[in-house]
Every structure is written in C-alpha cells, then in structure tokens.
C-alpha cells in the first residue's frame, strides 16, 4: 500500500510538473533586429518593448534574439529577410523599405512634415493607417510608428545654408527616388549605399557627406569625417515597428492587442527619449567643434520652395488615397 502511495504521490507530482511546464509554455519564439548602434534610442525602445511583451503575455510571447548594428544586414535586407521566415520582426527607417511598397514615398516627400507635433498626428492618424495597410498587402504588419529623425545634411567641404550650396557635393543618400531626383535638381551627386558603408565612403572621399538625422549621424560616428552639418529637416523619416504578417496572423486576438498596446507603449517613450538625445547629442558635438547650422525663415523656406518642386513628378505612383490623405496633413 506504501508503495502504491508512493507511485501514486510520484505520478502526480510529475502530471503537475508537466502541467506547469506546459503553462508556461510559449506561443511565440521571436527574433527582433534593428540597424542603428547600441547607444540610439533604438536599442532602448527594442529592449523595452521585449521586456512588455514577456511581461504582459506572462512569456507566453518571447523573444530569443535582438540583433542591433546591422548585424542582420541592411534594412532592404532586414525586410527581405522578414518576407522570407528568417527574421520575426523589425524597426526600420521607412527610407529602406520604399522599394517594398512605393506607397512608403509618401514619407520622403521634403517638407511635408515642418514639425513633430504634425507629423505624429498624421501617422497615429489615417494617413498612418492607410500605408500600414498597403504594407500589410507585402508581408509586413506595423504595431506602431516609432521615430526615426527629421533628416539633415552633413559634409566636410562646407557650411550649407541654402538649397545652392548642395550643388557640387557628392553626398549619400538612401534608396529614395524622391531624394535623389530633388538632389540632382540642385547640381549634388546623389549615391546610393547602405548605412553601414558611409563612413568609410566619406573617410576615402567617396563622398562628401551624406543625408540624415541628427542621431544616427551621430551614433555612427559621422562627425569624426564630416564637420559641417545643416538642420534642413527636409524629411521627417518614421521607423515603424514591424512583425510578419504569417506570424501576426497566428496569434490569437488577446495576444495581437498586448503586442499593439505594448508597441504603443514604447513609440511614446522613445519618441520622448529621442528628443532627450537629440539635444544632448547636438550639444556633444558643437563641445566637439562640429559646425551645425540652424536656418533662418528665409533660408528654411528656399528649401522648402526647392524640395517641393519635384513633388508632382511621384504623385502618379503613389495611391491616390494616400497622396490625398498626404496632401491634407501638408496644409
């Protein structure tokens, strides 16, 4: 009889441990990768987000890797990799993604946004809600808009302060056929390259600068190779948060709003935390010596009245529902 006790108190201890085992069990393994460095608030924001997500869903939702510094490759190849079952999600500057789904132009328009207040309204808003739905169509689901940076231009020749100034500069820019065309229009040499190659190109005198935020120009190190930089804030560029869509379609309504609650969650702390580095960057790099140049009125609105020059020329391929909702935000 003892021993049967005994059996009895071993097989259900082990049905309970098996219980708990499966309870605790995930749903969902997830991998998650980035481009930037681990001093952008990209890091930060990825790390908060996995620590919600594993919270919330009791790690019924986990992740196993989060690649940063383009470990996973360029964006275009992070997003590749994503329609391809290779990575689970992703957070990339829209500017990388365009070749995916044209409709994500509509971002690199100049000067569509002339401010962050305006720019969050549109992409929390319809016009937000009209491209995360033609992306939807490629494979890719967006949880949230987190930031990327309003864009300006750096270089080692010299001080920028009209669209004039841009003629002559060999500089970087991304596979934005917008930014390209408006760059030819004012005499500089657009090349396309990833990210991870620009220092390097500008080192060699490939080229002479390159386009982009305040803070990965910053994080990458731009400044040691480039001491002249312009806040044009020509383009404000969204990073969306992005998880397949086989993967997204797989979870269960419950699991689908903690994840876009907790995207939510982080797009509001790490647009807060980029304007907390953006000036504490500015400053480290004026204490460095960088020349960064703030435009007048009237200089700001020489590249404004030259940025939008090219805008007629990419209405026709984009949604004409979207280059609307575009064209209403811009009033």
């Known amino acids: 009889m003892k021993k049967f006790k005994s059996i009895l108190a071993t097989a259900i201890a082990c049905a309970c441990l098996s219980f708990s085992a499966a309870s605790y069990a995930a749903d969902f393994e997830l991998s998650l990768a980035h481009s930037a460095e681990t001093n952008h608030p990209w890091q930060k924001a990825s790390e908060k987000f996995i620590q919600l997500v594993q919270e919330k869903s009791h790690d ?31 957070l990339v500057a829209t500017m990388g993604m365009s070749s995916f789904d044209k409709n994500l132009m509509v971002y690199d328009f100049p000067y569509m946004f002339t401010n962050f207040e305006q720019a969050y309204k549109a992409l929390d808003g319809k016009l937000g809600e009209l491209v995360s739905a033609s992306l939807e169509k490629k494979g890719f689901h967006v949880l949230a808009y987190l930031e990327n940076d309003f864009r300006g231009f750096s270089n080692s020749k010299k001080k920028m302060e009209h669209p004039s100034d841009l003629k002559g500069l060999k500089l970087r820019v991304p596979q934005s056929p917008v930014l390209v065309e408006w760059m030819k229009t004012e005499g500089a040499s657009p090349t396309i390259m990833p990210y991870n190659e620009v220092y390097s190109a500008i080192q060699t005198g490939v080229v002479d600068g390159q386009d982009n935020g305040l803070l990965l120009s910053y994080t990458h190190k731009i400044f040691e190779v480039n001491n ?48 907390e580095y953006r000036a504490n960057f500015e400053k480290e790099a ?46």
Not at 60 to 87: C, D, P, T
Not at 301 to 322: G, L, R, T
């Open 60 to 90: 019924e939702i986990k992740f196993h890797s989060l690649f940063s510094a383009g470990e996973m490759g360029s964006e275009r190849e992070m997003a590749e990799a994503v329609q391809q079952g290779n990575l689970d999600m992703i």
């Open 228 to 275: 002249f930089y312009t806040l044009s804030n020509h383009i404000y560029c969204p990073s969306p948060l992005i998880i397949s869509t086989s993967i997204w379609e797989q979870m269960s309504p419950e699991q689908q709003k903690l994840m876009t609650d907790c995207a939510i969650e982080v797009r509001d702390y790490q647009r807060k935390l980029n304007e």
């Open 286 to 331: 004026k204490a460095k010596g960088i020349q960064i140049t703030e435009l007048t009125d009237a200089e700001m609105k020489e590249f404004v009245d030259s940025a939008k020059k090219v805008w007629p020329k990419f209405e026709k391929e984009i949604d004409p529902e979207i280059y609307k909702a575009m064209v209403e935000v811009a009033k």
